[in-house]
């Protein structure tokens, strides 16, 4: 049998023993997962015992209250965010606080749970944390194991498609009970955060389907001669009603046909993605390039957007699955981070490369190169 480990960071005591006293003999069990999942809570009464306690534990998951003596729940976050981005926060809140919460998961905590809370909210919520950590343990998995894994991912993704999203189910029991008071102006912003998890939700499921599609070994009736300007310019029809939203104009440098061996889906995702990333962080009346040249022993890509930029320390964690940059202007912009992940991966399967170069507040380009 498995086991989480979870820190309660909250000065009041009848909340950690509480949490403790439920989760004592409670596990969770999917038709997908191969064990139950049990739970070890640790205790700790302020943020420094906390963030101490993160330094010398292993730690899943932290359940962090808003208000604590000393340093705050959102100081605890900020240095969860920095130091250890893998460990899932669940922000613990009064009502009175919960535009706070509301907050905090804008600023990267997961979900938040309202207290008091009863022993099958917080078991719900637990049930909700133990997928998704299990959903990404499994994309790692992926790099070296094969379609009994991707099996495993599809199974997870149906399950997904049946069971609602904790978060949304909290903002929904809000407004039923009008905890918030009668006015509809009080809960708009319970629904903006409702909409943008689906939204969350839906690129996440259009992803993780992606990487089910990446073939390990290439089928030879796969592959085929496909024309890579034609494949950019559905992949910048797709995108460009987005594009006309932000007031972003794409252009693509060539008209001529660059024919490539190769499966037309693995091609798609690239230029899907990458397009994607370059609208999407891009800022208002903003450009994307679109570059392709045949050379003698390879093609190259190239796609330089005009927007907001990375360090050059958050652009080596780009491939990295699940991570987002993470700042003022990328709060509001859904992603799964998968999707650089996947082009990484298809460009691996035909033995190129990618490199990337940005500047903050400048823009970022990226260069694709794949041998013939």
């Known amino acids: 049998m498995n086991q989480m480990t979870v820190l309660v960071v909250d000065d009041e005591p009848g909340i950690c023993s509480g949490v403790s006293r439920i ?3 409670f596990s969770v069990s999917y038709p997908f997962m191969d064990e139950d999942m049990k739970f ?32 705050q729940g959102t100081d605890v976050l900020e240095f969860l965010n920095k130091n250890h981005p893998d460990i899932i ?7 009175a606080s919960l535009e706070l919460a509301v907050k905090a998961t804008s600023q990267g905590a997961y979900d938040f749970i309202p207290k008091p809370f009863t022993p ?47 978060a949304i189910e909290g903002y929904l029991r809000i407004m039923k009970d009008r905890q918030a008071g009668d006015s509809l102006e009080a809960y708009d912003q319970m629904l903006d955060r409702s909409l943008h998890r689906i939204q969350g939700m839906r690129n996440l499921i259009m992803d993780l389907l992606d990487l089910t599609k990446i073939q390990f070994e290439k089928k030879k009736e796969k592959l085929q001669q496909v024309d890579l300007q034609e494949i ?41 993605n990458l397009l994607s990333n370059a609208v999407k962080y891009n800022r208002e009346k903003g450009d994307v390039f679109v570059v392709l040249k045949s050379k003698d022993d390879a093609f190259e890509i190239e796609i330089r957007d005009t927007g907001i930029g990375m360090s050059e320390e958050e652009t080596t964690h780009l491939f990295d699955e699940f991570f987002r940059v993470k700042s003022e202007q990328t709060k509001n912009i859904t992603g799964s981070g998968l999707g650089l992940p996947i082009v990484k991966k298809i460009v691996d399967l035909y033995q190129g490369d990618i ?18």
Do not use: C, W
């Not at 926060?89 to 009502?95: E, F, L, N």
């Not at 078991?123 to 997928?131: F, H, I, R, V």
């Not at 992949?235 to 037309?264: C, G, M, R, W």
């Not at 490199?355 to 013939?372: A, N």
């Open 40 to 71: 070890r809570v640790l205790e700790a009464a302020t943020g420094e015992e906390g963030i101490e306690l993160v330094k010398k534990e292993s730690i899943d998951v932290v359940l962090l209250d808003n208000k604590l003596p000393g340093i």
């Open 89 to 95: 926060v669940m922000m613990i809140t009064s009502y």
């Open 232 to 272: 950019a310019q559905m992949a910048i029809e797709a995108i460009n009603p987005y594009a006309i939203q932000k007031d972003v104009t794409i252009h693509l440098n060539d008209d001529e046909s660059n024919f490539y061996y190769a499966d037309p889906g693995d091609m798609e995702i690239i230029f899907n």
């Open 120 to 166: 099958q909210e917080l078991k719900s919520s637990m049930e909700n944390l133990t997928k998704h950590l299990f959903l990404r343990g499994m994309t790692k998995k992926m790099n070296k194991e094969g379609k009994e894994v991707r099996y495993q991912f599809l199974s997870v993704l149906s399950h997904e498609l049946k069971t609602p999203l904790n």
């Open 23 to 25: 989760l004592r003999n």
């Open 355 to 372: 490199h990337i170069q940005s500047t903050p507040d400048k823009g970022s380009v990226f260069k694709i190169r794949l041998p013939k």
